[in-house]
């Protein structure tokens, strides 16, 4: 089953080296176990543009849509047998400590 992780931090937590290579490794073994499919960092949220359309008039909004205290800095997509294997995937990822991981289910099949 494919999950999507949305990586979550609050923009004043700067990561350190030593972070930034523990995510390395991260990468490194869950690639190697054939795991995560694809992952990367988005930019900061105040480059966002949050689009709506409501009664067919177009919307724009620069930034995040939702005010919050942690904001998305990346996204990683895996292939897990399971919850219970995907559960155990971020509970290794570091930011995991730092930030938080919302992990969501994909209902359908990606290509």
């Not at 937590?13 to 795991?35: K, L, Q």
């Not at 939702?66 to 998305?72: I, L």
Request: hydrophobic content about 40%; aromatic content about 4%; charged content about 30%.
């Amino acid at each position: 089953m494919k999950y999507l992780l949305l990586i979550c931090l609050d923009p004043s937590i700067e990561v350190s080296p030593e972070e930034e290579a523990n995510a390395g490794a991260w990468v490194a073994e869950m690639e190697g176990r054939d795991v995560r499919i694809v992952g990367s960092k988005v930019g900061p949220a105040r480059d966002a543009t949050s689009i709506r359309v409501r009664d067919g008039e177009l919307h724009l909004t620069d930034g995040p849509f939702a005010e919050a205290k942690e904001q998305m800095a990346g996204f990683d997509l895996i292939d897990c047998a399971d919850l219970d294997e995907a559960i155990e995937v971020v509970s290794k990822h570091p930011v995991a400590r730092l930030g938080t991981i919302e992990l969501r289910p994909l209902t359908e099949d990606c290509r």
